[in-house]
């Protein structure tokens, strides 16, 4: 690999809530402990149970219950905890964050003859990875544009010197809509290549060979650096980077 571098079980039904507020959970007299169905809007039952089921506290007979064929959970706990989970339910039972990510893929050479060429494609990076890497020449290859919900996986050709080229992209994490903060990121950069070719039959064989390979926090609005290291002999380098921007929400 390239060295990278960067710049349980069904329960009785006692009360249904909406986490509204519109209906309140039911109790019985004498209980500590209320019994709530709460329906669920984007993740499954499976997940909510592991996501909830660490506030539970079983010795006291609370637990989380998957509700069979149904996109729910019931809650069986004391009203503080079943507040504390339903607030940990609104921050993550809720539509996907969609962060546009725009990637830029440049050629670092050291060239003699191309030392005191600059690529205008390039211009607003051209000064600061002169200052920062010790190549001479910087030049745009291809751009990309990608949309990610997170938690998704994206793949999109992008150019690469005559070379088929593909970034594959997993958004992990993203700040709230309208928020501040970064988007976790993972990148993996690969080139396609000749596994095998039979002349005669005019039969070739194509596989595929890993450039980059790396996850990052890249603050939202600001571009990252990343890249390769110089291959031996060929003075070469690859440069790939990343600025995302929260888009607008997918809704599913």
């Known amino acids: 690999m390239t060295k990278t571098w960067m710049i349980a079980a069904a329960a009785v039904l006692v009360g249904i809530a909406d986490r509204s507020g519109a209906q309140q959970p039911s109790t019985r ?11 669920l809007k984007h993740i499954s039952s499976k997940q909510a149970v592991d ?8 010795s006291r007979g ?11 959970v019931t809650i069986r706990e004391t ?3 079943f507040s504390r989970m ?5 921050e993550y039972d809720r539509s996907p964050r969609t962060v546009s990510l725009s990637f830029q893929l440049v050629a670092a050479s050291n060239s003699p003859a ?4 600059r690529d205008p494609a ?3 990076l051209d000064s600061l990875l002169r200052d920062v890497l010790k190549f001479t020449s910087y030049r745009l290859l291809g751009t990309a544009v990608v949309s990610a919900s997170e938690d998704e ?10 070379e088929k080229m593909t970034l594959h992209v997993w958004v992990t994490d993203a700040p709230p809509d309208g928020g501040e903060g970064s988007v976790h990121v993972s990148v993996t950069l690969f080139k396609q290549t000749i596994a095998s070719a039979n002349m005669s039959q005019k039969a070739v064989s194509y596989g595929t060979e890993e450039v980059l390979a790396t996850a990052v926090n890249v603050p939202l609005g600001q571009t990252v650096v990343l890249g390769t290291a110089a291959g031996s002999g060929s003075g070469k380098a690859l440069i790939l980077t990343v600025k995302p921007q929260i888009s607008a929400v997918r809704v599913r």
């Open 29 to 39: 007299p004498g209980d500590t402990l209320i019994v709530v169905t709460v329906p």
């Open 51 to 58: 996501l909830l089921s660490p506030y539970a506290v079983p």
């Open 62 to 72: 609370g637990g989380v219950f998957a509700v069979p064929n149904v996109r729910a």
């Open 79 to 81: 009203p503080t905890t």
């Open 86 to 90: 339903q607030k940990v339910l609104a």
């Open 114 to 117: 191309s030392s005191s060429t």
């Open 122 to 124: 390039v211009a607003s």
């Open 153 to 162: 996986r994206v793949v999109q050709t992008i150019a690469g010197d005559g």
